[in-house]
Nanobody
Framework: QVQLVESGGGLVQPGGSLRLSCVAS????????LNWYRQAPGKERELVAN????????MYAVSVHGRFTVSRDNVKNTAYLRMNNLKPEDTAVYYC??????RGQGTQVTVSS
């Protein structure tokens, strides 16, 4: 059974940091690139970051470039999204998504003082 399970979200003050994790199971994780998306209430889903299957190349949305870092550990079947200098506009549900496989249930990130 294919599963993608995110964790690590929470409430953080502006300027703070969080690290999200996405644990994959039920498929060969290292064969697929992975995307991190986010969706805020009333807004369209936004692609935040992408990482290749080997973890040797990545891209970021302009809105998070320089603050977020995507990585993966193919031995642990886990992807990460390190988020620094968080802003209130980063508040959203964050999802990991593997093309043609599926996506997780999401984890809520709230940035507020």
């Amino acid at each position: 059974q294919v599963q993608l399970v995110e964790s690590g979200g929470g409430l953080v003050q502006p300027g703070g940091s969080l690290r999200l994790s996405c644990v994959a199971s039920g498929f060969t994780f290292s064969n697929y690139a992975l995307n991190w998306y986010r969706q805020a209430p009333g807004k369209e889903r936004e692609l935040v970051a992408n990482i290749t299957r080997a973890g040797d190349n990545w891209m970021y949305a302009v809105s998070v470039h320089g603050r977020f870092t995507v990585s993966r550990d193919n031995v642990k079947n886990t992807a990460y999204l390190r988020m620094n200098n968080l802003k209130p506009e980063d508040t959203a549900v964050y999802y990991c998504d593997v093309p043609r496989i599926g996506r997780g249930q999401g984890t809520q990130v709230t940035v507020s003082s």
